[in-house]
């Protein structure tokens, strides 16, 4: 006689209570345990390193900071360990910056219970799981990246090694002003919502080029 196949194991990372109950609800009578949640980051990385969990679904957006910071440490705390991030974000630099982090899956907090289950099944099996309705955005991303002019190619790597305006101005021998617009021009151009969002994104993706 087969044993039944063991519930995979779930730790759900999101600073709203009611959020978390939800995803229990959603995904307990499909086969998969939560073992754990948390609120925060901080949070988040003691229960991962004691329950050592399958599956860690993660929120883009917790008030402690971005998941974009915390994914390398919690896949170092709990090798084998599997990531989801969940968002309310379909910026595609935000889903290429948490898959460059380390996660396996990117889905929207707005999509139907059934992809929801599917992502979550497919990620805790090993597999990548990237939102459909967000690979042509993502492609089109690659394709605006690749026409960076040079200053902003410039900016982006000054950033990366975690240079101020007023520092990237003195290198690059302009005004603080024409920095603070490319920084503006490459939010637009890359799709991202804020500053933070550029500065992760920079220093996941580029090395200065100055």
């Known amino acids: 006689m087969d044993e039944p196949l063991r519930p995979v194991r779930v730790v759900l990372v999101d600073d709203h209570p009611t959020v978390r109950a939800g995803t229990r609800t959603l995904l307990e009578p499909e086969g998969f345990a939560v073992v754990g949640e948390a609120a925060c980051t901080r949070t988040a990385l003691a229960v991962v390193v004691h329950q050592h969990p399958d599956l860690l679904m993660l929120d883009m957006r917790l008030e402690s900071g971005s998941a974009l910071d915390a994914i390398p440490g919690l896949l170092a705390a709990a090798p084998g360990v599997r990531i989801l991030v969940q968002s309310m974000y379909a910026e595609p630099a935000l889903v290429r910056a948490a898959l460059s982090a380390g996660a396996s899956g990117y889905l929207l907090k707005s999509t139907p219970v059934s992809e929801l289950v599917a992502a979550a099944r497919t990620v805790a099996a090993g597999g990548k799981y990237v939102q459909p309705s967000l690979g042509v ?74």
């Open 137 to 210: 955005g993502l492609a089109h991303a690659v394709l605006r990246e690749q026409e960076l002019p040079l200053r902003e190619r410039q900016v982006l790597g000054l950033l990366a090694d975690g240079h101020t305006n007023r520092e990237v101005a003195k290198r690059l021998a302009v005004s603080v002003r024409t920095v603070e617009s490319v920084r503006a021009a490459l939010r637009t151009r890359l799709g991202l919502a804020t500053r933070a969002d550029l500065v992760a994104y920079a220093r996941r993706h580029h090395s200065a080029q100055v």
